[in-house]
């Protein structure tokens, strides 16, 4: 749990309204950004962390104005930068349930080098980067997870970068919960939230979410009701790796070193399907790998690794600071110690 001395039992039961804040929601109709705060209002309430309990972190960009609709603690922090308020917030307030927010630019460009020092730090704190493929705030331009080619008002001609893929890159930099999951599908999204918060590290979750007035239908060919079923592979630990429809089911197998998608029924069952194990670094490596339209897209927890917090460590050490200086001493104290000196 992200609250390591709250006694839940002994706390009223709480309700999703009592995280919500009197703000009006300036999101553009439609944005998939209203269905993701209204799921994680709804999680906060069913894991039963009151408000004032409670910190939300974000930087700059449409999705970073989440602050303001959670009736909870709350920064809206500069471009890229939430990773560095959030991990000074857990190291100093420990017992704080910490959940940042951040989105595809705002992650992943001026903020790029500071979300890979959180992930490999392993700070304790729900992540999310709300991954709409393209900078909504401003009006349009590319991103760092558009698609080569993506014509945008900063791309006429088509973009030439090659896009960051989010899990890869958090993977990369040794995140020990990565997940996936999208704005319109309600109860994965709470599911994958609630396992997020129960991890004990920096938990990782990536969600589709669909700007529908610069890059509408983004992910459609993914996630829509009627394509999901065979273009989304929904994890669970522990299960074959099969998805498709009802009257036409697939499988993942393994293809020398490689993963292929196989139609079920007499030559493939599901013994033959790859299961997943969450724990098993090298399936994760895998499924980061794998994207539409040649894969199914993995959704749910890829991977979840037990390691110790950075803000465990952080304040061990600090405990023994002050033992070996003799005790809680003062700020002026330590100021004043060690090798000074004084300026005639």
Known sequence: MKIEETNLEEQPQLKKKDFMSDQTIRWCPGCGD??????????????????????VVSG???SSRFPYYMNTFGFHTIHGRAPAFATALKCVNPELSVWMVTGDGDGLSIGGNHLAHLLRRNVDLVAMLFNNRIYGLTKGQYSPTSEVGKKTKSTPLGSLDTPFVPLKFAMGARGSFLARSVDIIAKHLRETLKRAEAHSGTSFVEIYQNCNIFNDKAFSAVVDRKERDEHCLFLEHGQPMTFGAKDAPK???????????VAMGEEYTEADCIV??????????????????????????????????????FNDQVGLAKELAGGQGTLEDLLYSGQTWTVE
Do not use: W
């Open 60 to 62: 700059i960009g449409c």
């Open 251 to 261: 499988g993942l197998v393994l293809d020398g070193l490689r993963p292929k998608v």
């Open 34 to 55: 209203y269905s993701i705060l209204s799921q994680v209002q709804t999680v906060m309430a069913e894991i039963g962390v009151p408000p004032h309990q409670t910190a």
């Open 276 to 313: 997943h194990d969450e724990k098993n670094p090298f399936i994760a490596a895998m499924l980061v790998e794998l994207d539409h339209p040649q894969y199914p897209v993995p959704m749910g927890v890829l991977y979840c690794e037990d390691r110790p917090t950075y803000n465990g460590a």
